[in-house]
């Protein structure tokens, strides 16, 4: 599986972001999905995460209530809405993907197999 992220930018304060992370391969509905961010000088964290089926999502106490993990298995894409970004929302956001037959979602990093090249996300004061 490929991923390719895209959807960053630089954005100010209370303002909005889209991220999409697409995937190559035909077995896309069949992996458990995670979006990760890393600042710098600080480790790669779980923003959030989703199920093969799109039925179960984990969010990350510093983004509840304010971002959204959804999919699409028909178009193998899987999104990130982040509304109301603070600057401390600033890193480079990267998708992961791990095989699943199951209806879990994962959100140790040491889980996911593969992984996109990261999107930047920068938010000003």
């Known amino acids: 599986v490929q991923l390719q992220a895209s959807g960053g930018g630089l954005v100010q304060a209370g303002g909005s972001l889209r991220l999409s992370c697409v995937a190559s391969g035909r077995t896309y509905s069949s992996y458990a999905m995670g979006w990760f961010r890393q600042a710098p000088g600080q480790e790669r964290e779980v923003v959030a995460a989703i199920n093969r089926s799109g039925g179960s999502t984990y969010l990350s106490d510093s983004v509840k209530g304010r971002f959204t993990i959804s999919r699409d298995n028909a178009k193998n894409t899987v999104y990130l809405q982040m509304n109301s970004l603070k600057p401390e929302d600033t890193a480079v956001y990267y998708c992961?993907?791990?095989?699943?037959?199951?209806?879990?979602?994962?959100?140790?990093?040491?889980?996911?197999?593969?992984w996109g090249q990261g999107t930047q996300v920068t938010v000003s004061s």
């Open positions: 992961a993907a791990v095989a699943s037959g199951g209806i879990y979602y994962y959100t140790h990093a040491e889980r996911y197999r593969y």
